[in-house]
């Protein structure tokens, strides 16, 4: 059994203005197998302090999250908490010394109430008598959801919330314990611009209130919007920690990230369909802004993003597209024939492939290999009168694998083996290898790191320059801005806009728009030069 040795001095000061740290990691060292996913990690957490983990996907940032909330056992080094040693069993002894984790995938119970749920699994906390148990829950519940800023009946079944708000309910049964310390597990990869601002405030809360937190994350502006402290990872170890001055700005962290500058910047030229062109799928009857209705062309070679908040409207015309729900309001042509696929594999035999979010819940078979994973939907590629060719399959899933810059050992071993982020990279593969006319991406680079994320984009670039359509829902704006060659913007159901060819100056006036509001900001440009409306472009488009 692994253990972490109790030989360590009494918790001394550190570099943070000389205060003593909540928690101290000294050395903690974690093998799996052949694999060094921690070697020799010290860290410290401060009492009213955001500590930001950065690292490329692999670097161990969630062994280490999963070591300090007592997860995972380190095989050596020693946790300090309090100025005391300390060793944990398993996660509720770390919850009950003050230290709580949340994670980015949802875990609460959909058809419990949000006492029920945040009051699970409290030892002794739940009371025969359902009325008396309910009087004495309720009050703390309100309690965390006033910290939250959220004004809802404790009553209120989970299912019936928006998944954004679900995801603040996970902080917030991590909160019920009073943590003083709360690790974050990427929580910010699949939220919008928007959710992600109701994010940073309630961190800021918690930070005025003296708690600690460490977040883990791939997006250097949660760094800069509320680090008050860096830590980079890599392979196992931490390269470097510094304090987020006024001086560091989001060129400085990705710079001491990556060792390189403008990294983000690179973006490649695109270009609107020609008039007339015809578009691979065409989504018609869509509400638009202007009373009218909307259509939305996505075309060969071209990249086109839905943007929008949870439940704008947009999930519904992705799904559609991919076969996962049908198209109710609205109708769908495909190569100009009517479409309206019943399932994900009608979908794929017109040659749509479709990478779904929510990487642990929608896609990824957990208990099988990373070859298992990769391979699914390809067989036929690989197969020979019925039986699949083991060598041609390695060759394939090996090329793939390197294409998309996974991190791993052994082709064969649980996908469970591999860090979020190059499960998420495997997916992708498997999505992008079973396109031949439209490739559906729901969250794409959710989890990568930074340098993967450029090439994961590279290749659904070189994958629409060679004929493919690609539509595109992600809740990370910079993505949709630096990928798409055309980006509808979506509010309440309503296609808002249309902005071809966006750009990093679009950012404001797609803000606007997904709030249901014109931006001030847009400049009122003469009509004859504008950017099409959501009507005029699906007239040149289609
Ligand atoms: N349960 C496990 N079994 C085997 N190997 C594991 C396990 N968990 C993590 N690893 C390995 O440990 C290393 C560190 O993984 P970890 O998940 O901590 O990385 P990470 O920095 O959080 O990456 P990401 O950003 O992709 O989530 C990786 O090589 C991973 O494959």
Redesign the pocket.
């Known amino acids: 059994m692994s253990t972490l040795s109790l030989h360590a001095a009494p918790c001394g000061h550190t570099a943070a203005g000389g205060r003593a740290a909540l928690l101290e990691v000294r050395g903690a060292t974690k093998r ?2 052949a ?1 060094l ?2 070697d020799d990690v010290s860290i410290a957490a401060h009492a009213g302090e955001i500590h930001c983990v950065l ?12 070591v300090i909330a007592g997860l995972y056992r380190a095989d050596a080094g020693v946790l300090v908490f309090d100025g005391a040693p300390v060793q944990f069993a398993n996660p509720g002894q770390a919850r009950a010394m003050g230290i709580a984790i949340v994670y980015q995938e949802l875990s609460l119970v959909p058809d419990l109430s949000i006492r029920a749920n945040f009051w699970l699994g409290s030892e002794g906390a739940r009371l025969p008598l359902a009325r008396v148990g309910r009087r004495r829950e309720t009050p703390r519940v309100r309690e965390v959801l006033a910290q939250l800023g959220v004004e809802l009946d404790p009553e209120t079944r989970v299912k019936d919330l928006p998944v954004t708000t679900q995801q603040l309910l996970e902080i917030g049964k991590a909160l019920m314990h009073r943590p003083r310390l709360v690790v974050f ?2 929580p910010t990869a699949m939220l919008g611009a928007i959710e992600k601002q109701r994010f940073f405030s309630v961190l800021r809360t918690l930070r005025d209130n003296g708690i600690a937190s460490l977040l ?1 994350t ?1 997006h250097i502006d949660d760094v800069t919007a509320v680090g008050d402290r860096v830590t980079v ?1 890599r392979n ?1 170890r931490v390269v470097e920690s510094f304090p987020m001055t006024g001086a560091i700005d989001a060129e400085h962290v990705l710079e001491r990230l990556t060792g390189r500058r403008g990294a983000a910047a690179v973006r490649s030229p695109r270009t609107a369909p020609a008039a007339g062109e015809s578009a691979v799928l065409e989504i018609s009857g869509l509400p638009g802004r202007d009373d009218g209705g909307a259509t939305v062309g996505v075309h060969r070679g071209g990249i086109v993003g839905l943007y929008g908040v949870v439940g704008c409207g947009a999930e519904r015309v992705v799904r559609a597209a991919a076969g996962v729900q049908r198209a109710r309001d609205f109708s769908m042509r495909l190569n100009g024939r009517p479409f309206g696929p019943a399932t994900p594999a009608e979908a794929l035999r017109a040659g749509i492939s479709y990478l779904p979010a929510g990487r642990q819940a929608n896609a990824v078979f957990p208990t099988r290999s990373i070859r298992e994973n990769l391979m699914l939907s390809q067989l036929r590629r690989v197969s020979r009168l019925g039986f699949i060719n083991r060598r041609r399959e390695t060759s394939v899933a090996l090329d793939q694998l390197r294409a998309s810059a996974v ?3 052994d082709l064969d ?1 649980g996908i ?9 990279k495997v997916l992708l593969a498997r999505a992008m290898a079973g396109a031949s006319a439209l490739l559906v991406l729901e969250e794409p680079t959710a ?3 930074i340098d993967a994320k450029q090439q994961i984009h590279e290749r659904i670039r070189a994958a629409s320059r060679a004929g493919l359509a690609v539509l595109v829902l992600s809740s990370d704006l910079p993505e949709t801005l630096a990928l798409c060659d055309v980006v509808y913007t979506f509010f309440a159901g309503t296609v808002m806009d249309c902005h071809v060819a966006p750009a990093a100056g679009d950012h404001d006036a797609i803000l606007a728009d997904i709030l249901g509001q014109r931006s001030a900001a847009r400049p009122e440009q003469p009509r004859s030069q504008a950017a099409p409306t959501v009507n005029e472009w699906s007239l040149q488009a289609t």
């Open positions: 799996f197998g694999t996913a921690l690292g490329e996907n692999g670097a161990g940032k969630s062994s280490l999250g999963k597990d990427e883990i791939h990872m196992g991190k791993f050992a071993a469970d083996t591999l860090s979020g982020g190059n499960q998420q989890g990568v790191d």
